[in-house]
């Protein structure tokens, strides 16, 4: 029983390292499509799945040095992403991020 449970654990080590380099390898890729994208709308979907990706990593860390405690870290990664997907769609819509009547 022990072999199979150190087998496991081995398997999981490596599909994580795997991972966090294909995390590392999409990061670098959404980092080059924010800076040289074509469009704002391109740049606001990369910025959106880097913030996706950064809660994948925080993810793999915590399955990695095996905590619960990073959870709060993946929810406020989450709702920090979701406003700043709010605040760029706003921007492409109006061109601004805060209306100011001045009537």
Same mark, same amino acid.
């Given at each position: =029983? ?6 496991? %654990? +081995? ?5 994580? $390292? ?7 390898i ?13 469009? +704002?709308? &391109?740049?606001?979907?990369a910025l &959106? ?5 950064? =809660?994948?990593?925080?993810?793999? =860390? ?9 959870? &709060? ?5 989450g ?6 997907t709010?605040? $760029?769609?706003?921007?492409? %819509? ?8 001045? &009537?």
């Open positions: =029983m022990t072999d199979l449970l150190t087998t496991t %654990e +081995q398997i999981l080590h490596v599909v994580v $390292i795997i991972c966090f380099i294909g995390i590392a999409s990061l670098a890729l959404l980092l080059y499509r924010v800076i040289a994208g074509p469009t +704002q709308p &391109d740049r606001a979907v &959106d799945t880097i913030g996706i990706n950064l =809660m994948g990593l925080a993810g793999l =860390m915590a399955i990695f040095i095996v905590t619960t405690k990073l959870n &709060d870290v993946i929810l406020l990664i709702i920090l992403a979701f406003l700043g709010l605040a $760029i769609a706003k921007y492409l %819509e109006k061109g601004v991020i805060i209306d100011r009547d001045l &009537d």
